[in-house]
């Protein structure tokens, strides 16, 4: 029998990588689109026509039930959400609704609807915040530094509180940053390659960024969808920290960046307050070894591979060599 999940959160860049990893492993694909949205394709149009779109919707309880009901997926990964940092904290209630709410009405509809269906929650290291150890590893205490941290926060005791109460195969994979060519312009690593890219190809002379000692464990999106498969193949639902295991700064991803462009950063990076957050987590490093051990994944990509992949695909996209990648 054919296996069929849904994907919330199909249009981003986590999502386009699991639907491909999903429909190469033979998979039917549904992906959740919110029907009041002007949805943004481009990361899938690839695989578009291989996917069935399903409206739907985090705020909105009853749009998963019917979706359930009707479709009956033995898998759904929860990769929808306000995830951009520094938009919570001007969103903070809307960031709350979808990031932290949204992950309640979709399990109480998995509760309802087929108790059996297996649950993907996309958790975030930044509920890790102000950090108490590092590495951070499963056990490490949160203390989240954003709406956003917080909401991601409750969208992992909600899952294990489901798990617990009503026996669900419910699972949280905390996932440190992890890029890649499809990332959004607003992040800074995208910001960054991107910038490298208009500087490079002679449209920009300068990029304007915030804190550059900020520390990240970046890895790459690609490598970790199949993370989040392997922890629903698990007998039984647990967390797991994915990670690489590596620290880098900003300042760091903007050598790497630039040299490979054969440019030096420090020509064309301007710091600029208006890009520093209210509060600054600081240093985030993760200690995959329990993914290691109990779902033999490792990432493939390294740091520099990865920087330059970036790079690469941005100059090749204003070059108007690259299609179907944002």
Known sequence: MTKKALITGITGQDGSYLAEFLLDKGYE????????????FERIAHIQDRITFVPGDLLDEVSMIQILRQHRPQEVFNLAAQSFVQTSFGQPVLTGETTALGVTR?????????PEIRF??????EMFGKVREVPQSEDTPFHPRSPYGVAKVYGHWITLNYRESYQLHATSGILFNHESPRRGLEFVTRKISHGVAQIATGRASEIRLGNLDAKRDWGFAGDYVEAMWLMLQQEEPDDFVICTGE?????????????HAGLNWEDHVVIDPAFMRPAEVDLLVGDATKAADKLGWKPATSFHDLVSMMVDA?????????????
């Not at 620290?247 to 040299?259: D, G, I, L, P, Q």
């Open 314 to 326: 941005d100059i090749a996209l204003l070059e108007g060599k690259l299609r179907g990648i944002s």
């Open 120 to 125: 993907y929650q996309a958790s975030s290291s």
């Open 106 to 114: 979709l399990l109480d509809a998995i509760r309802l609807v087929d």
């Open 247 to 259: 620290t880098h700064s900003v300042r760091e991803f903007c050598e790497v960046a630039f040299s």
């Open 29 to 40: 694909v549904l992906g959740m689109v919110r029907r009041s949205s002007t949805v943004n």
